[in-house]
Every structure is written in structure tokens, then in C-alpha cells.
């Protein structure tokens, strides 16, 4: 069956980076667009990015555009998201999710506190 | 586009019906036709798990007391009867504009 597995969050100081990985597992990764979305208590759940199962087609949210980056790895089924530049913000629990359009599979998240 | 719903709270009886309303601040419709409009239930400690997408199209799994409807900018999430299971955070979402956007929010909880 569809597994994702998020992994890299942590505690940062604002200012710093992060890699998030998510690792795919029971369908074809190559084929499909995969998502980021995170949730906070103050924010609710905001997309941030999705891209295509070439790569091609990549589109990020306002707030984090120039600062976040979104590739995979199709060799090895795995989705990345390098955050630079982090602000308290963007405290939150962060998931991949397979599709776009319609989000059908998440991860269970991973937890990234931006905090001095 | 801004995704509203309503309420905020729903406290329901075991059993009986339940209604969430989610409102877009503008039309859903895509290019291909297809209206992006899905709900998600969230349990506490747990990911999102889709519903409903395509406004009335049940994902797999999801049991037939659930039911989502509408058109145009109001859409509409119906539990036909509540089970206990049933308990948590009620989301909707479209998937027509980017960004993609969630509501708020409607928590359901046992009276």
C-alpha cells in the first residue's frame, strides 16, 4: 500500500536550514506529482509546493518562494524540501502527500520549530 | 481563493445526522472540467485522510454515511448517521487555483 514517510525536521534557530526528506514506498513514484503541505496552530494547513513526477512542473506558495526548494529523487522514490532562510514562522508539522490537485495519501509529518 | 467553513464547532449525537458547510470565494470549475473541491478528516495525533474529492466522490474506504454535494461556491459535507469514530477536524479544500487552499476548519465532537 501508499507509505510516506517524512523525516529531517528538528529544532533550528531562525535564520538556519533544513532538509526534509519523504520517503515513498507502494506506488509508482516516478509517475506521480507529490506535494508539501505543513500545519500549524496559528496557521491552519498551507500548501507550500508541488512538483511533477519529472520535475518539470514545480510551483511554490509566496511565503516561501526563494527560500524553499523543492526536488526528488526518482532512483530512490524520495522527495526532498530544502528550507533556507527560517523564521519562527514557520514552526509546524510538515507533510508530503501524494498527487496535488487532490492530495490523496500523507505522511504522518515531521516537526520543525524554528526557535532561538 | 478563501475557503470558509462552518461552523466552527459541531457538537452531534451518536446516530444522528451532520452537515459542514465550506464556502469558496470563487468558482472551482478547472480547465478540465472538474470542480477540486475535497474534504479531509483529521483525528488528534494524525494526518489528514481524504474523504471526499471531486465534491461528491468518496475515496477508497471511505464508509457511505458520508456524503459531499454542491456547486458552484457552496459545497457541502453530510455524516448521515454519526459513530464515534467520527470525532475530529473536518477540512475542505481546493485544488482548482494555486495556491491550493484548506478552510479553516469544523471541529465535530460527541454531545
Known amino acids: 500500500q501508499v507509505q510516506l514517510v517524512e523525516s529531517g525536521g528538528g529544532l533550528v534557530e531562525p535564520g538556519g536550514s533544513l532538509r526534509l526528506s519523504c520517503a515513498a514506498s507502494?506506488?509508482?513514484?516516478?509517475?506521480?506529482?507529490m506535494t508539501w503541505i505543513r500545519q500549524s496552530p496559528g496557521k491552519g494547513l498551507e500548501w507550500l509546493s508541488y512538483?511533477?513526477?519529472?520535475?518539470?512542473?514545480?510551483s511554490y506558495v509566496d511565503s516561501v518562494k526563494g527560500r524553499f526548494t523543492v526536488s526528488r529523487d526518482n532512483a530512490k522514490d524520495s522527495l526532498y524540501l530544502q528550507m533556507n532562510g527560517l523564521r519562527p514562522e514557520d514552526t509546524a508539522v510538515y507533510y508530503c502527500?501524494?498527487?496535488?490537485?487532490?492530495?490523496?495519501?500523507w505522511g504522518k509529518g515531521t516537526t520543525v520549530t524554528v526557535s532561538s | 481563493v478563501v475557503m470558509t467553513q462552518s461552523p466552527l464547532s459541531l457538537p452531534v449525537t451518536l446516530g444522528q445526522p451532520a452537515s459542514i458547510s465550506c464556502r469558496s470565494s470563487?468558482?472551482?470549475?478547472?480547465?478540465?472540467?472538474?470542480?477540486?473541491l475535497n474534504w479531509f478528516h483529521q483525528r488528534p495525533g494524525q494526518s489528514p485522510r481524504l474523504l471526499i474529492h471531486?465534491?461528491?466522490n468518496r475515496d477508497s474506504g471511505v464508509p457511505d454515511r458520508f456524503s459531499g454535494s454542491g456547486s458552484g461556491t457552496d459545497f457541502t459535507l453530510k455524516i448521515s448517521r454519526v459513530e464515534a469514530e467520527d470525532v475530529g477536524v473536518y477540512f475542505c479544500?481546493?485544488?482548482?487555483?494555486?495556491?491550493?487552499?484548506f478552510g479553516g476548519g469544523t471541529k465535530v465532537e460527541i454531545k
Open positions: 502527500a501524494r498527487y496535488a490537485r487532490v492530495p490523496q495519501r
Open positions: 507502494g506506488f509508482m513514484f516516478s509517475d506521480s506529482y
Open positions: 512538483i511533477s513526477g519529472s520535475g518539470a512542473d514545480i
Open positions: 470563487q468558482g472551482l470549475v478547472y480547465s478540465d472540467g472538474s470542480i477540486y
Open positions: 471531486r465534491v461528491s
Open positions: 479544500m481546493q485544488g482548482t487555483h494555486w495556491p491550493f487552499t
